[in-house]
């Protein structure tokens, strides 16, 4: 029965079941429409159902801080995950021995500037999933607006989709060979931010030429990989199950040296830029070393 099973899959989690434990602060429907749009392409809050969204908005409170307020310091310990409503916010991370540039706007004490946010972008979720501390600092250039939300609301529903997803990709990146050289946490990781596509075919899921800021793994059915060779798109590889595409842009920041087509229904996680380059540690660098090779550059 799986509605038994899944009813002790929910009960599993650590710190994430006490549900009336959930704030409440009110909002106008304009709040709410402010809120929705933020989060409407953030991958935390793709598949939740109508109540878990409503759960999420009812707890979030507003922030309002004045410019140059430090509102994350790295290596504390995680309580809040902010979404921007308004306001830039600027993104440093201290690592030892590292250069600095001040004049980049990299700051002695705080380390290296390595993002800027704007109205829409969040932050502040990997302490939360992860229970680490804060991984950087998180300042704000401008009088900030900041939705917050506490981190056992955090854990209790987002995680609970997060953690489902985990399982669901577990066994699947396990069998990628390129992810081999990773621990089990970090593909844990890397489940986390998947995002599964499918494709029927006949259809492109990369086109020659574009411009990429996604990586693809293949979840099942099959692709073809075409180039134009004089003037003629040609079939140069042929791809299935367990095989990832959609590197090379990514790696060498060029536009997308091939397209890729489904063969037949097709089915990919796509892996988005940024975490493609924070997640796939030595597994992009078995790629990058490998490329020449896999491609006859
Ligand atoms: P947190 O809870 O650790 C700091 O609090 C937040 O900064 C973090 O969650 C992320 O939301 C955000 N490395 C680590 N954290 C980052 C990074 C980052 N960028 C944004 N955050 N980068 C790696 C730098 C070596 C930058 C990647 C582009």
């Excluded at 029965?1 to 009336?20: K, L, Q, R, V, W």
């Excluded at 699947?172 to 986390?192: G, M, N, T």
């Excluded at 299935?240 to 087509?261: H, I, M, P, S, W």
């Excluded at 830029?273 to 997640?279: H, K, V």
Aim: charged share 30%; glycine share 8%.
């Amino acid at each position: 029965d799986p509605g038994a099973n899944a009813f002790i899959e929910e009960e599993d989690e650590d710190d994430t079941s006490s549900a009336n434990a959930i704030p409440t602060f009110p909002k106008t429907p304009e709040q709410i429409e402010r809120i929705r749009f933020a989060i409407k392409d953030n991958f935390l809050f793709k598949n939740l159902d109508e109540e878990q969204e409503m759960d999420v908005l009812t707890a979030m409170r507003e922030v309002n801080i004045p410019a140059k307020d430090i509102i994350i310091q790295q290596g504390d310990a995680g309580d809040y995950f902010y979404i921007v409503e308004r306001g830039e916010l600027e993104v440093f991370v201290k690592k030892d021995g590292q250069s600095l540039d001040l004049a980049a706007g990299d700051s002695e004490t705080l380390g290296k500037r390595v993002v800027v946010y704007h109205e829409g972008a969040s932050f502040g979720e990997l302490a939360l999933m992860h229970n680490a501390p804060r991984a950087a600092s998180i300042v704000s250039t401008t009088p900030c607006t900041l939705w917050a939300l506490d981190r056992v609301s955090f854990r209790t529903i987002l995680l609970d989709h997060t953690s489902r997803k985990r399982r669901q990709y577990e066994a699947f990146l396990a069998a990628v060979p390129i992810l081999s050289s990773l621990k089990p946490s970090e593909r844990a990781k890397i489940a986390d931010v998947l995002e599964s596509r499918t494709f029927e075919a006949g259809q492109d899921v990369i086109r020659h030429g574009d411009m990429g800021d996604e990586f693809f793994l293949i979840e099942s059915g099959s692709a073809a990989a075409i180039k134009p060779i004089d003037g003629r798109e040609t079939v140069v590889k042929q791809m299935g199950k367990g095989d990832y595409f959609g590197e090379l842009a990514l790696l060498n920041r060029q536009t997308r040296a091939a397209t890729v087509r489904a063969t037949e229904k097709l089915r990919v996680a796509a892996l988005g830029e940024q975490a493609f380059t924070r997640l796939l540690g030595p597994a992009k660098d078995i790629m990058a070393r490998t490329a020449g090779e896999r491609y006859g550059l």
